[in-house]
């Protein structure tokens, strides 16, 4: 029989929050592509639930939907539990679920938003990686990916808050790689402007959309299935000594 290919997923299971559309429902996407059994996870079971069909509909069995809110510590440790109830284990950690409820100056935003924007994106993140590794991982290994952002890296107008709080999803990639490197790897992605609803405000406004191509020499913004790729290299075998590394995925440039 052929060597299986360092880049298969067969037998592990996957968890991908925010999957119930763009980016995160890519990525689901391309890990049940490789193999792996995929649940996802975001706010809204009846989304979820639609996604999971659509994709067993391409990979038969591969998807399961699990409600639970990003930023909810109660509803993080359920769905570890249950996943754990039910496959016994989690190889697979993709941490992609975020908010952006506040766009401008970063000191003109209310506190609300700022504590917002830091429960999902970065306390969310936090909070799941610990329990998935309490859970599994710290036994059986495994891999992470977060998706970041290039304005984790360098700052954009506008979108102050939501680029700090990537910047901490940075570091704490790197951090954690450095502390559980060895069992478990640990990686982000730092995707550009992407054509997703989330992103809608951006790529649908005609001037930031003409400042973005204007420096991108690929001349055009991303799409989810792009970033997805790169994800389930991470989490394969193909990316085994690639520890505590941040892949920008962003055309070679071209930020509002």
């Known amino acids: 029989m052929p060597e299986r290919s360092r880049f298969s997923l067969d037998g592990r299971v996957a968890v991908v929050t925010g999957a119930s ?148 999803v940075i570091m704490l990639t790197r951090q954690l790689a450095r502390e559980l490197g060895g069992k478990v790897r640990v990686n982000a992605v730092a995707p550009g402007l992407v054509k997703t609803r989330f992103a809608e405000a951006l790529w649908g406004n005609e001037a930031i959309l003409e400042r973005v191509l204007a420096s991108n020499p690929m001349g055009r913004i991303g799409m989810p299935d792009e970033i997805a790729g790169a994800v389930a290299f991470l989490a394969s075998d193909a990316a085994s000594y690639i520890n505590g590394e941040v892949l920008v995925i962003d055309g070679g440039g071209g930020e509002p």
């Open 21 to 168: 559309r763009g980016i995160g429902s890519a990525i689901a996407v391309a890990l049940a592509e490789q193999g792996a059994q995929v649940v996802l996870s975001s706010r809204k079971q009846a989304d979820l639930d639609a996604e999971a069909e659509r994709i067993n509909a391409m990979y038969p069995e591969r998807a399961v939907a699990i409600a639970a809110h990003a930023g909810k510590p109660e509803d993080l440790q359920r769905l570890v539990d249950e996943v754990i109830t039910r496959f016994a284990r989690i190889d697979i950690l993709v941490n992609n679920a975020a908010t952006n409820p506040y766009f401008g100056p970063v000191l003109s935003a209310e506190l609300g938003a700022w504590d917002k924007t830091f429960e999902v994106n970065l306390r969310g993140i936090f909070l799941l990686t610990k329990f998935v590794y309490e859970a599994s991982m710290e036994k059986q290994g495994g891999a992470i990916v977060n998706v970041a952002s290039v304005g984790g890296l360098r700052p954009g107008l506008g979108l102050g808050v939501y680029n700090v709080t990537k910047a901490g």
